[in-house]
């Protein structure tokens, strides 16, 4: 199972997936699934078991993330 991060502006996805790389977390970004909306089209994919880490990570670094989902593949 993945997990998505979608943002509100383009630019928190951009920092999400460099600051997560930099740690060693497998992230990719890719456009929003159209179930899912999001204001800036981006999401960012990566691994549900490291939920947590990431959103250390993120509140760490003042990355805001509009919402998370869990998505099968």
Request: charged share 25%; hydrophobic share 35%.
């Amino acid at each position: 199972m993945k997990c998505l991060a979608t943002f509100d502006v383009t630019s928190m996805a951009l920092m999400f997936e460099k600051q997560c790389r930099s740690a060693g977390f497998d992230v990719r970004i890719i456009p929003v699934p159209r179930q899912i909306s999001a204001s800036c089209g981006l999401a960012c994919s990566y691994p549900c078991d490291r939920e947590n880490e990431i959103a250390q990570l993120c509140e760490k670094n003042n990355i805001e993330i509009s919402e998370t989902h869990h998505m099968t593949d």
